[in-house]
């Protein structure tokens, strides 16, 4: 898939969803609810103050009708009513509302009652960059702060999942550094070299993985070749791996503020893939991440 259109094309054929929301009183939550909803992607069970629901899905014109509503006490309360939905078989999806991320994963998490698979938790954001022929995958700049390198492996596995969601079958994979060579000096250079010797050696399977390298030569073919850089991924990256969440976050947000490019975010890893965006990014990217969501869950 090359573009938001084709997931949500694709994403109409395998809905509805079960989608559990927790806190679900937020108007842009409502608004990319009541567009999924009207392209058949979601059946939402909406939790939280159920006065505040009725009141806000008034007025932005949500229809209440045929969804569920589960009132809770507060927004922790929220968000494990939420994950039991999922882990009950009740819903196949769960989302953010106006919540704390942390909070809700502090449900996800939960050694009894949450969604632990024993693999980690990391978000992914994919982004429909004016002037490419592909989708991009932006990971993790959003839960793993300094990440290891056996998280940053981790990190790869998990994205490489939504990557095959998305049709891209062996996806080539940048592993970000400031520059192209391997400094001992610079954490995320070193990094990125020991990931492309695990990738050739089988040890992270489905991509083709090649750092450091700099954001221009990963994305820009031109710029690799006047580098004089040779690899299989340089100008050809379909998932950039962040060396921290610092790089990550700023990556994603200045592509949408700055470049206004169309996005979706996920925490992948859980038993259920996760809608979680940014509180202040609009539906229009929340709706894309519901159907991201949708192809994941279907993978």
């Known amino acids: 898939m090359q573009s938001f259109r084709e997931i949500l094309q694709t994403a109409r054929s395998r809905g509805p969803k079960g989608i559990a929301v927790a806190a679900a009183a937020d108007p842009e939550v409502l608004l990319a609810l009541k567009a999924a909803k009207a ?7 909406l939790i939280g103050d159920e006065r505040e ?3 806000i899905a008034e007025q932005v014109g949500y229809p209440l ?12 309360s929220a968000a494990r009513a939420a994950v039991q939905e999922v882990a009950s078989g009740r819903a196949e999806l769960l989302m953010k509302g106006l919540i704390n ?18 693999r980690l938790l990391s978000h992914v954001s994919v982004v ?27 990190i790869i596995i998990n994205a490489v999942g939504v990557a095959q969601a998305l049709g891209i079958t062996r996806p080539k994979v940048a592993a ?47 710029s690799a070749v006047h ?14 791996l962040a060396p921290n969440i610092e790089a990550g976050n700023i990556l994603h947000k200045a592509l949408v503020y700055f ?12 038993r259920s893939p996760i809608v979680v965006t940014s509180r202040a990014e609009n539906h229009e990217t929340k709706l894309h991440s519901i159907a991201l969501a949708t192809l994941v869950a279907t993978r």
Do not use: C, F, H, W
């Open 53 to 55: 629901i009725r009141q």
């Open 39 to 45: 392209e058949g992607l979601v059946e939402p069970i």
């Open 227 to 240: 580098k004089g850089i040779e690899s299989p991924v340089a100008g050809e990256a379909d998932i950039l």
């Open 259 to 270: 470049a206004n490019v169309k996005a979706a975010g996920l925490v992948v890893g859980a």
């Open 176 to 222: 970000l550094a400031a520059l192209e060579q391997v400094n001992p000096r610079m954490p995320a250079a070193v990094d990125a070299a020991a990931l492309s010797q695990m990738a050739r050696r089988g040890q992270i399977p489905g991509a083709i993985v090649d750092g450091p390298l700099a954001l221009d030569n990963a994305i820009d073919k031109e």
């Open 65 to 76: 009708e045929n969804d569920r509503l589960i009132t809770t006490r507060d927004k922790i």
């Open 101 to 118: 991320t942390a909070d809700l994963l502090r449900a996800v998490l939960d050694k009894e009652a949450g969604l632990r698979t024993g």
């Open 128 to 154: 429909e960059p004016a002037g490419y022929d592909r989708l991009m995958l932006i990971t993790d700049g959003g839960i793993n702060i300094a990440p290891t390198l056996e998280e940053k492996m981790g």
